[in-house]
C-alpha cells in the first residue's frame, strides 16, 4: 500500500468546458418553470392566504387579515415554486447534458464500449 491516505482524491473529468445552453432550450425550461409554478403557487397561495384571513378573523383582529393573508399566500407559493422549478429541470436536464455531448444514462454504455 503505497497511496498516501491524506492525497486528495483524483477525478477523472474528461472535459472541463463550459456548458453552453441554446435560447431555445433556456425558453423551453422557463416555460415549463413558468406554468408549472402557477400551477402550484397560485391555487396554494390562495388557500394559505384564505387561512391567514379567516385566522385573522378567528383571532379577532379582522385589521390584521390582508397581511395575514399575504404572509400565508407568501409561505405557500415560494416553496410550491421551488418545486416546480425542480420538476422543470428534472425534465429537461437530460436534453440539456445531451446537447453538450457529454455522457448520460442512455449512450454511457456506447461511450465506454469505444473508448
Sequence with gaps: MNQNPYEPTKSPLVDQREAVVSWRRALAVWWSAAWR???YA???GFLFGMLGGVL???T???QKAQLYAAIGGYLAS???S???LKQALTKHVGSLIAAQGVVSPNNSLER???G
Design 112 to 114: 465506454t464500449r469505444e
Design 60 to 62: 379577532g383582529a379582522p
Design 56 to 58: 385573522a378573523a378567528v
Design 42 to 44: 397560485i391555487p396554494g
Design 82 to 84: 421551488m418545486l416546480a
Design 78 to 80: 415560494i416553496p410550491l
Design 37 to 39: 409554478g402557477g400551477l
